[in-house]
């Protein structure tokens, strides 16, 4: 009974994901399909925005980072099943979303305006083609585990998970975390960008940034020298761009 609730909690985290991210989508696009986007919504005074949203944005990144970290997983599972821990981190993350979503306040001075036909219809592919590279990173690693599926799916099964295996699969080859890449597309890519989605931009960078640096460490604490070697082979987030070196510790003995 209780792998089947685990099974039922982790479609419900993943439908409640899915939603949001399409809601993210048409908020940071500024899409009239919604009600609330990042130049439309409540009012308030420039400082006081900037406060709130600079707050908002704070929140994500930290209830982000902070759960998928190894030590709070080692310390999370001790109270949430470990086939459930996934999803409620994909939950918070949701709900934080949908925080950010809520409380966020417009602000609308014009950075910069692309009115040129074939100039905007450029940025809003590019657009496109982010949240595309987002979705199919997920799926190139592994979608299903990624968001909680599989490990409740496994639990309810009472078959246990593979050991973890170090792979390249399409974008991979080419940067190492394409799915911040895509991000990076989707935030920057708009004809008009606005005081406040250039704020949203700019914070969710200087986050995936820490993020990328936090995520790498328990990367390399996994598969070791052969992810020092990725590293110094393969850019961060576009090719050729922010490799690493690799430690003397890494280099295997002749």
């Given amino acids: ?31 009239p399909i919604v009600p609330v986007t990042v130049d439309r919504g409540p009012e308030a005074a420039p400082g006081i925005a900037l406060a709130v949203n600079l707050g908002l944005i704070a929140l994500f990144g930290l209830q982000h980072s902070a759960m998928a970290r190894q030590g709070f997983k080692r310390w999370w599972t001790g109270i949430v099943p470990p086939a459930a ?25 014009t950075i910069w305006q692309v009115d040129n036909a074939i100039g905007a219809a450029a940025l809003w592919t590019i657009f496109a083609a982010g949240w595309a590279i987002v979705l199919l990173s997920t799926f190139l690693i592994n979608h299903f585990e990624l968001f909680g599926l ?88 576009a090719p050729g761009i922010g490799r690493t070196k690799v430690p003397r510790t890494a280099i295997p003995a002749e």
């Fill in 150 to 237: 599989q490990q409740a799916w496994f639990a309810l099964r009472d078959r246990a998970a593979a050991a973890p295996q170090f792979r390249q699969p399409f974008f991979y080859r080419f940067v190492r975390h394409p799915l911040y890449s895509g991000f990076f597309l989707a935030f920057w890519a708009t004809p008009h960008m606005t005081a406040g989605h250039l704020l949203l931009a700019a914070g969710m960078a200087a986050w995936m940034l820490l993020a990328i640096r936090a995520e790498e460490k328990d990367l390399v604490a996994v598969f070791g020298p052969e992810y020092e070697e990725y590293r110094a082979r393969v850019g961060m987030l």
């Fill in 85 to 109: 821990e996934r999803s409620v981190y994909v939950l918070a993350a949701s709900l934080m979303l949908m925080l950010l979503f809520w409380g966020w306040r417009p602000m609308t001075a």
């Fill in 1 to 31: 009974m209780a792998r089947m609730v685990q099974m039922g909690f982790a479609l419900v985290a993943y439908a409640v994901f899915f939603a949001t991210f399409l809601y993210l989508i048409a908020f940071v696009g500024d899409l």
